[in-house]
């Protein structure tokens, strides 16, 4: 997986998430009709992704494309059965589960980029990844705003996740396309090993 892609898949994943995030917390705080019970769905989301990162960090050497292409498809789930809650126990199971792959995110997003970048010239390609990620998340929160006067909160959810969906092919596809290369590198090594 190249950089171009990591950073157009996460760049998406960003807009996804500030699209969405000013209003899903007043969903959660809606749903849950107290600061209390709004204070532990966000805790719920947080402790769950410090528990994954601990059971995620062994496999991300492996794993890392795989991990970055399970959130996407999670959040994705996440953000359809969102509208579809009724209940404050849904809220935290939603949690639970978007905890762990924000967490699943974070830490293959950062190993990815440590992967496709050099020690020594790392510099210009993480503050060309940050300047993208960045602006989809200012765009995202201005989108969201201008959609939400002409759609309702669930539009934003479905949006959100057709988004995530996207973010999941790119991801996809560029995992695909690395594991052909690395095929094609590994029979061209061996053909070239003589007898």
């Known amino acids: 997986?190249?950089?171009?892609?990591?950073?157009?898949?996460?760049?998406?994943?960003?807009?996804?998430?500030?699209?969405?995030?000013?209003?899903?917390?007043l969903f959660l705080k809606n749903l849950g009709n107290s600061f209390s019970k709004y204070g532990l769905a966000f805790a719920v989301f947080t402790i769950s992704s410090a528990v994954a990162s601990q059971w995620l960090g062994p496999?991300?050497?492996k794993h890392s494309p795989r991990i970055l292409l399970l959130s996407s498809f999670g959040m994705m789930a996440s953000m359809l059965v969102f509208p579809w809650v009724l209940s404050y126990v849904a809220v935290l199971a939603l949690q639970l589960l978007m905890g762990a792959c924000g967490?699943?995110?974070?830490m293959s997003e950062r190993l990815l980029l440590a992967d496709n970048t050099e020690p020594g010239s790392r510099g210009a390609a993480i503050g060309s990844y940050h300047f993208w990620t960045t602006i989809a998340s200012?765009?995202?929160?201005?989108?969201?705003?201008?959609?939400i006067d002409w759609l309702t909160i669930n539009?934003?959810?479905?949006?959100?996740?057709?988004?995530y969906g996207v973010s999941a092919?790119?991801?996809?596809?560029?995992?695909?396309s690395s594991r052909l290369h690395a095929s094609a590198d590994r029979s061209a090594g061996s053909a070239a090993t003589p007898e």
């Open 1 to 25: 997986m190249n950089m171009k892609w990591l950073i157009r898949s996460q760049s998406i994943v960003t807009l996804a998430v500030g699209m969405i995030y000013p209003y899903y917390l």
């Open 59 to 61: 496999k991300l050497d």
């Open 103 to 106: 967490a699943m995110q974070k």
């Open 138 to 147: 200012g765009f995202a929160v201005i989108a969201g705003g201008y959609l």
């Open 155 to 163: 539009a934003l959810f479905y949006a959100s996740a057709l988004l």
């Open 169 to 176: 092919v790119l991801v996809f596809r560029a995992s695909r």
